[in-house]
């Protein structure tokens, strides 16, 4: 899963929970899957070479090679997400940094602090958000429907365990 709860020792005990979204293609498959890509790509030319034709197609080959890459490079940035949130004595915290770097953060004391599970009408399935201090902010939207879902059990439980 794209998210881990990190147990603190301080001078209270603390919980903290950091999520990330899923990264199903590591540096080395992509730059694997740019070269099978090249050479698929390239395999019909090998018959041309040599050719008005061939001069022809290859700029519109390579434009399209170029293209896939720069859309996974956007996605890896926009990929740079990473939400923490922090149980502790005295408040519950969330603190989302975005991929251009920007901080946003939300707390609220944590006895008022609800956790809510929104299986319609949210911009995702299984939206899940937390509300206190007359706010609502979402949490984990970009985990999998299914992540949600074990996301929401896991905040429920700590935070109806951070109230007792």
């Known amino acids: 899963m794209p998210y881990d709860w990190i147990e603190q020792q301080q001078k209270q005990t603390s919980r903290t929970i950091e999520l ?4 199903s293609l590591p540096a ?3 730059a694997g899957f740019i070269l099978v890509t090249f050479a698929l790509i390239t395999l019909p030319l090998y018959t041309l070479i ?8 290859l700029p519109f080959l390579m434009i399209t090679l170029v293209v896939i890459w720069v859309a996974l490079q956007q996605n890896y940035f926009n990929r740079h997400i990473l939400e923490r949130l922090t149980l ?5 915290e969330l603190v989302r940094q975005n991929p251009s770097g920007d901080i946003q953060s939300w707390s609220c004391n944590g006895y008022w602090a609800k956790v809510e599970l929104y299986t319609k009408g949210g911009p995702v399935p299984n939206y899940v958000t ?9 949490i984990g939207a970009f ?3 299914d992540e949600r879902k074990a996301l929401y059990d896991d905040l429920r439980l700590a935070v109806r365990a951070y109230k007792t």
């Open 28 to 30: 080395n498959g992509f």
């Open 20 to 23: 990330w979204p899923h990264n």
């Open 130 to 138: 937390l509300s206190g201090n007359g706010r609502e902010v979402e």
């Open 88 to 92: 502790d004595s005295e408040s519950i």
């Open 143 to 145: 985990l999998s429907e």
């Open 50 to 57: 040599g050719t008005p034709v061939f001069w022809a197609l």
